[in-house]
């Protein structure tokens, strides 16, 4: 199993950017390619960016394609979602997931965290 833990979100301007970081414990964090989702309030959860076990296949939603970067540190456990030129739309609780296949788009990742709020002001 694996455990993750949102962290880096908070309240910022149009405009600003953020890093969002997300801490893995647990089984073998190599073998777990990682993506990161985000929920507005009233809709579904969306896919934002994923990555792959080593880190060589990036992912990206239209939404957020040019203007943001996932990234891991596997002798870190870590995975990072840098986010620029951030838009009131970007407003959403970000979630961190986990699975062992390459899952990419849908939410049928196996391990999810709990989740950071992301507020952008116009």
């Known amino acids: 199993q694996v455990q993750l833990v949102e962290s880096g979100g908070g309240l910022v301007q149009a405009g600003d950017s953020l890093r969002l970081s997300c801490a893995a414990s647990?089984?073998?964090?190599?073998?777990?390619?990682m993506g990161w989702f985000r929920q507005a309030p009233g809709k579904e959860r969306e896919f934002v960016a994923a990555?792959?076990?080593?880190?060589?296949?990036?992912f990206y939603a239209d939404s957020v394609k040019g203007r943001s970067a996932i990234s891991r540190d596997n002798a870190k456990n870590m995975v990072y979602l840098q986010m620029n030129s951030l838009k009131p739309e970007d407003t959403a609780v970000y979630y961190c997931?986990?699975?062992?296949?390459?899952?990419?788009?849908?939410?049928?990742?196996?391990?999810w965290g709990q989740g950071t709020q992301v507020t952008v002001s116009s």
């Open positions: 997931a986990a699975d062992k296949r390459l899952a990419v788009r849908t939410p049928t990742y196996d391990y």
């Open positions: 990555i792959s076990w080593g880190g060589g296949s990036t």
């Open positions: 647990g089984s073998n964090f190599r073998d777990y390619c």
